[in-house]
């Protein structure tokens, strides 16, 4: 099975407590209705980083301005294997919206809990909590 190369980008923003943005996967695609992280395919030839800054444009009209690698991870899903790079987005340049249609959302770590989503992400979930904290 050929491996698909996805970035990843954990947006980051502290109000009340640490919140990372989520959007929704639409109908009709790979885990739909499952919370994720905004990102997706790098294209051939592309950088990891130029893909997070496009996708990111395409599905949230935003322009991630500082960004640092998180985690690396491959998981196989029984239709398709992927590997994702996760990267801490602290910067945004404009306020995020679900250009594609799709829900998003601004939640805190027990919230992040709580919801649906994809399986790759639960190891990255637990690394996460851990270096945000849990509140
Ligand atoms: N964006 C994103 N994808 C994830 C996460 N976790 C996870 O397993 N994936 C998987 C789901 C998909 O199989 C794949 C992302 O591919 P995708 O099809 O959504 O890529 P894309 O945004 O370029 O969308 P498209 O152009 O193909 O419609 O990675 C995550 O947190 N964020
Ligand atoms: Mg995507």
Redesign the pocket.
Known sequence: MKT?E?A?GIAIRETDSMEVLVAQ?LQG???AGSW??????IDSGESPESALVR?FSE?LAVKPTHFEMFTQID?R?PE?E?S?SFYLVTQLDGEPVGAEGQRIAWVNMAELAELDV????QPIIEKLQAYLGRD
């Open positions: 698909i996805i990843v996967r695609s790979h885990l994720e992280f905004p990102g997706g395919k996708e599905e998981h899903y398709r992927v994702l994809p399986a790759a992400n």
